[in-house]
């Protein structure tokens, strides 16, 4: 990723663009406010559902911060917490939001190594996070580097321990998945609810990274589909939508890995991408496309 001060200079994205899936969730009941805008970026937003007796928060953040997300999971008498987002303003945003449930966080985590998810873990005070150790290890350089607040929350964290455990209760399933858009992704499923929470195995109406290995990120996707635990996706980048956009990112990564594969330059891959997906934001995460040219 890059520093706050290249990202404000690029100005990147204008506002979310949602696939079907997500105005379908919307129109269903999503209720989406402003969150208080601090600095020179301008707000994020909450969307929020309840089902279960379970009530969901997804913080997106401003196109400025390529709309990365933060989710929090509201039960009766706690919180989790899934990332932190990038940015000190977004962070405290989220912050905010954690404080307004007027509820402790029982547990936090983070989903994987990119630090659009845990850069701003450091400005989340009071939450110490929770992750396997292989995130924890991919992360430690980069974020002992000096390129980012060091997020001892983070690398201090207890970790995860996957498979199926209870939260006031309701059953919250954790699952490890490698080798898709980061080396190592954390999935939350809360099964009760038919809710999961795919982080950047999705992304929604936004430019996705390159990803360590395609192949199998489709592979791990198809699994996904048939998958009856869930039905609503909470995603890494955008707002939330339906598992009909498992389709959707599989076709977007089909084109990506044809165009990683076939273009003669970077800029021709990223021309590709904008013409086979026009209606896409987030051009910054084209700009990632040379970081895993191999040619």
Same mark, same amino acid.
């Given at each position: 990723?890059?520093?706050?001060?290249?990202?404000?200079?690029?100005?990147?994205?204008?506002?979310?663009?949602?696939? *079907?899936?997500?105005?379908?969730?919307?129109?269903?009941?999503?209720?989406?406010?402003?969150? %208080?805008?601090?600095?020179?970026?301008?707000?994020?937003? *909450?969307?929020?559902?309840?089902?279960?007796?379970? %009530?969901?928060?997804?913080?997106?953040?401003?196109?400025?911060?390529?709309?990365?997300?933060?989710?929090?999971?509201?039960?009766?008498?706690?919180?989790?917490?899934?990332?932190?987002?990038?940015? !000190?303003?977004?962070?405290?945003?989220?912050?905010? @939001?954690?404080? $307004?449930?007027?509820?402790?966080?029982?547990?936090? *985590?983070?989903?994987?190594?990119?630090?659009?998810?845990?850069?701003? $873990?450091?400005?989340?005070?009071?939450?110490?996070? $929770?992750?396997? !150790?292989?995130? %924890?290890?991919?992360?430690?350089?980069?974020?002992?580097?000096?390129?980012? !607040?060091?997020?001892?929350?983070?690398?201090?964290?207890?970790?995860?321990?996957?498979?199926?455990?209870?939260?006031s209760g309701v059953p919250v399933e954790f699952r490890h998945y490698e080798n898709t858009e980061a080396p190592h992704m954390l999935v939350t499923v809360l099964p009760e609810q038919k809710v999961a929470i795919v982080q950047d195995l999705v992304y929604n109406g936004?430019?996705?990274?390159?990803?360590?290995? %395609?192949?199998?990120?489709?592979?791990?996707?198809?699994?996904?589909?048939?998958d009856p635990a869930f039905e609503t996706l909470l995603v890494g980048h955008g707002l939330p939508t339906s598992r009909g956009d498992l389709d959707?990112?599989?076709?977007?990564?089909?084109?990506?890995?044809?165009?990683?594969?076939?273009?003669?330059?970077?800029?021709?891959?990223?021309?590709? @991408?904008?013409?086979?997906?026009?209606?896409?934001?987030?051009?910054?995460?084209?700009?990632?496309?040379?970081?895993?040219?191999?040619?």
């Open positions: 990723m890059t520093t706050s001060s290249e990202i404000s200079r690029r100005a990147l994205l204008r506002g979310a663009t949602l696939t *079907v899936g997500a105005a379908a969730l919307l129109r269903a009941g999503f209720t989406p406010r402003a969150a %208080r805008a601090q600095d020179a970026l301008p707000a994020g937003t *909450v969307h929020s559902f309840a089902t279960g007796g379970v %009530r969901f928060y997804t913080y997106v953040s401003p196109g400025q911060a390529v709309h990365v997300t933060s989710h929090i999971v509201e039960f009766d008498d706690q919180l989790l917490v899934v990332d932190a987002t990038m940015l !000190p303003p977004t962070a405290q945003e989220v912050s905010a @939001l954690i404080a $307004a449930t007027g509820k402790p966080v029982g547990m936090a *985590v983070i989903s994987h190594e990119h630090p659009d998810h845990w850069g701003g $873990a450091s400005f989340i005070e009071g939450v110490e996070y $929770a992750t396997l !150790p292989e995130i %924890r290890e991919g992360l430690r350089g980069e974020a002992t580097g000096g390129n980012w !607040p060091e997020p001892t929350n983070v690398l201090n964290g207890p970790d995860v321990t996957l498979g199926m455990t209870e939260m936004v430019y996705f990274a390159p990803g360590t290995d %395609r192949a199998n990120w489709i592979a791990t996707l198809e699994s996904l589909r048939d959707t990112a599989i076709a977007y990564i089909k084109v990506l890995d044809d165009a990683m594969t076939n273009a003669a330059t970077p800029d021709d891959a990223a021309a590709q @991408l904008k013409a086979a997906f026009p209606g896409y934001t987030g051009d910054f995460l084209l700009g990632l496309i040379p970081e895993y040219w191999s040619r």
